[in-house]
């Protein structure tokens, strides 16, 4: 029997696949004069990507998180292979263009192949600005439209759980530099992927002050108010403002300690975290879903209206009863559903629940439309997220006569909040979440954001006191650093 020679180990096979990966990228590089991407995939053990996320991305010149626990996916990346941005008005379709030329270029190769037998990258992540631009110096390192290819990621859906590793590869790179750089990210992947998963905080409550602002309650009730004139005399028949709530800690919060206890206490959220690297991080647990794409088909939803929980089951039932038969709620809702059937027509098949339903989340019930969409024809993600951006269940309607109330009544800038965060992959298949019950994190200090939507019926005490329980889960996750 014949001994096997070390060039027929796994490890050997796979620096083979490697070197040959990185020589089809550089060569594919010369032939369009201009940098392509190479990517690969393999198979990595059972394991939580946010611990991941924990020991790989402390350094890590970017970091991204997703998870949506109840589904079982979550993905954890960092570092920066590809970096994508634009501005302006036509930024989604210009991040669009720079998306499809990427895609269509790049280089990829699936170490150990699957039932496919193919890699499924790249992914693209990232986020896009609630309005066509961004203040940099309240949003350092977040500009009106920001996508990355990540040099690492671990993709996690129900026990499954793959590793992919990218690099940019230049006409005049040498392919062994774009070799170790894959090798490397994949080996620090398995690493990270096979080690004791580390404790995060101390389980004590973390001390922190709230900043005196100029929006608490006598200047809420007074900026309802006032929308509420603005609806009453016809100009617009929704808007929806957000209050800033700024906290002080004691000591720095750590992000993926806040992600652990959101995801845990928000299991039917998208848990998100985007930090560009320069100095702040924005993360949260939203409720909403903008766009699902997968399987030929677009998954839409309008989330709009909210009350409590009850304390008891017959309190809890009696507050979504209320939801369902409230005039008021029912109009903020329908307003919602309407904006994005307008939105989406001409592109397909549309299939719209005939009534909403309500939904239950850990501190509050809000009432749903699932829609689903059948293009026609291929629809790029980012295309249908620029008619979708923003829905009136974050902006308004009519769209530019909320935008001016919004700039009027809020004293903060938006930056990210409220806007398009999420993921999507060569595949075809991707998320974007309406970026909501968040906020942004720079060192001790974490600005929160919470928001309601305003019709001719609201009342403002009501409404502040939604502002409130909107702030909890990322005030809960806090006292418990």
């Known amino acids: 029997m014949s001994t096997p020679s070390p060039a027929d180990s796994p490890a050997c096979a796979e620096r083979a696949a490697l070197a040959a990966l990185a020589a089809r990228a550089q060569a594919a590089a010369r032939g369009a004069g201009t940098p392509v991407l190479a990517c690969c995939s393999a198979p990595l053990p059972a394991h939580d990507p946010l611990a991941v996320l924990q020991v790989l991305g402390e350094d890590a010149p970017f970091r991204f998180y997703w998870e949506q626990p109840r589904e079982g996916l979550a993905l954890a990346a960092g570092g920066v292979a590809w970096r994508i941005t634009a501005e302006g008005p036509a930024r989604f379709r210009l991040a669009a263009a720079q998306v499809q030329a990427l895609l269509a270029g790049a280089v990829t190769a699936a170490l150990t192949p699957g039932s496919a037998g193919e890699c499924p990258g790249p992914y693209v992540l990232g986020g896009f600005s609630f309005f066509d631009e961004v203040d940099a110096a309240h949003w350092p390192g977040f500009g009106p439209a920001q996508l990355v290819v990540p040099a690492w990621l671990t993709v996690r859906q129900g026990e499954h759980c793959v590793g992919i590793a990218s690099v940019a590869v ?36 973390c001390a922190f002050r709230q900043e005196a602002r100029d929006d608490g309650r006598a200047r809420w009730i007074e900026v309802v108010r006032h929308a509420r004139e603005h609806i009453r005399a016809g100009r617009l028949s929704k808007v929806v403002l957000a209050r800033a709530l700024d906290i002080v800690c004691e000591a720095a919060p750590s992000a993926v300690g806040l992600l652990r206890r959101l995801r845990g206490a928000y299991p039917d959220c998208y848990n998100f975290l985007v930090d560009p690297g320069a100095g702040q991080a924005f993360l949260g647990a939203t409720p909403e879903h903008l766009a699902r794409f997968g399987n030929g088909r677009v998954r839409l939803a309008a989330v709009a209206a909210t009350v409590p929980r009850g304390g008891t089951a017959e309190a809890d039932e009696a507050y979504a009863r209320l939801l369902l038969e409230s005039r008021k709620e029912r109009e903020e809702h329908q307003i919602v559903v309407d904006d994005i059937l307008s939105a989406v027509q001409g592109l397909g098949s549309v299939e719209c629940a005939p009534q909403p339903q309500v939904v239950k989340l850990s501190n509050l019930q809000h009432l749903y439309t699932p829609i689903t969409l059948l293009p026609r024809e291929p629809l790029p993600m980012l295309a249908l997220l620029e008619r979708l951006h923003p829905t009136a269940a974050v902006g308004g309607h009519p769209r530019e006569e909320a935008f001016a109330l919004i700039r009027e009544c809020e004293h903060f800038e938006r930056g990210w909040y409220a806007a398009p965060v999420g993921w999507m992959n060569a595949r075809g298949e991707g998320q974007f979440a309406v970026a909501l019950r968040s906020g942004k994190l720079a ?39």
Do not use: M
């Not at 096979?194 to 004590?204: F, I, L, T, V, Y």
């Open 443 to 481: 060192g001790p200090r974490l600005q929160l954001f919470a928001g309601v939507g305003l019709v001719a019926d609201s009342d403002p005490e009501r409404e502040y006191e939604e502002t409130q329980i909107k702030f909890q889960p990322l005030l809960s996750a806090l006292a418990s650093e």
């Open 170 to 205: 230049a006409p005049h790179d040498a392919p062994a530099a774009a070799e170790e750089a894959l090798a490397g990210a994949l080996q620090a992947l398995r690493r990270a992927a096979a080690a004791p998963e580390a404790a995060n905080g101390n389980g004590r409550n």
